[in-house]
């Protein structure tokens, strides 16, 4: 969950001579998110009920955001930099991109965040990352990695950014390219470390291109218009190609059918899998939603053999409600 964490040294923030594009106008795009879930939510646990991050205003005045922010929430307040908090909608969740639209129920009145191509965006390349609201909650940084990232929660992206250094606040933010275009929306923090010891902090970011394919289905339906992809209720890490159970979400069908945490995730369907990524996309090639998935565990030194019957992870979740 991102923090709220606003100590960004002065010489990281965005000067508006830097740029040829109008910084203000373009940051002012960038809106404040809070939301809050019910207590018996099914994400309230991992995800908490009091979520607070950032959106940022794209074609339509619709909010694009991280999914994670709004799932579930029974209330969402969208704040300005001049001080308005407008009410918002959940109006779509899609969990493959991890992007999240929110519907906002009174006049924002501000900029529109044009979507930018990250066909051009390579390793180097300079960027912003911006918070709500303003320079002072922005910094500079660099794109320092595109590459597949694979989430211990069955998720995966094949091309995602990584910036560096990272922002305090990441979760919603606008990664903004030096034309003014939006690029990505920030997701994670993530440490690296070199050879000499010394870590990195770095966001991962999602990118924009990933939206223009689903936004038309994501405004009509709330989500994706295809087959939802079989869904286990895992949480999974990856040490030393072994792909190691860290939980199973409650009521999921991992857990009832007796996966438990701990347990090494040797094979799916037959196929040996060594990390996360090869182990998702297994799982994901079963079928559809309610596939069964065969899985190969090994638990106290012995080999177990289990079959999963998947499930749509969005029917463990509730529904918005239009206020």
């Not at 910084?23 to 607070?52: E, I, K, M, N, W």
């Amino acid at each position: 969950m991102a923090t709220m964490n606003w100590n960004i040294p002065a010489n990281l923030q965005p000067q508006p001579s830097d740029y040829a594009f109008d910084l203000d106008a373009v940051l002012r795009s960038v809106v404040g998110l809070r939301s809050t879930v019910p207590l018996d939510a099914f994400t309230a646990g991992p995800l908490g009920t009091d979520r607070a991050g950032s959106g940022v205003v794209i074609e339509g005045g619709l909010v694009l955001t991280m999914a994670y922010l709004i799932t579930e929430a029974e209330t969402i307040w969208l704040s300005t930099c001049d001080g308005r908090v407008v009410q918002g909608h959940a109006l779509a969740i899609d969990s493959e991109s991890g992007f999240g639209l929110v519907q906002p129920l009174g006049r924002l009145e501000l900029p529109q965040a044009a979507l930018g191509g990250a066909g051009s965006v390579e390793p180097g390349t300079r960027a912003l990352l911006a918070a709500a609201c303003g320079r002072h909650r922005a910094i500079e940084t660099r794109i320092v990695g595109r590459q597949e990232f694979a989430g211990y929660w069955e998720y995966l992206l094949e091309d995602a950014l990584f910036i560096a250094p990272a922002h305090p606040s990441w979760g919603g933010a606008a990664l903004i390219g030096t034309d003014g275009n939006l690029l990505g929306i920030g997701s994670l923090i993530l440490q690296q470390g070199d050879t000499s010891g010394r870590r990195t902090d770095m966001n991962m970011v999602v990118p924009t291109s990933l939206l223009p394919a689903i936004l038309s289905d994501m405004t009509s339906y709330g989500r994706v218009n295809r087959p939802p992809r079989p869904w286990l209720g895992l949480y999974a890490s990856e040490s030393d190609d072994i792909v190691v159970v860290g939980d199973v979400a409650s009521g999921a069908p991992a857990e009832r059918a007796g996966v438990q945490p701990g347990d090494h995730l040797l094979a799916v369907d037959g196929e040996t899998v060594s990390d996360l990524a090869a182990a998702w996309r297994r799982v994901w090639a079963a079928g559809s939603a309610g596939a069964p998935v065969a899985l190969s565990l090994a638990r106290d030194e012995t080999r177990l053999e289990i079959t999963v019957i998947s499930a749509d992870r969005n029917k463990y979740l509730r529904s918005p409600r239009l206020h």
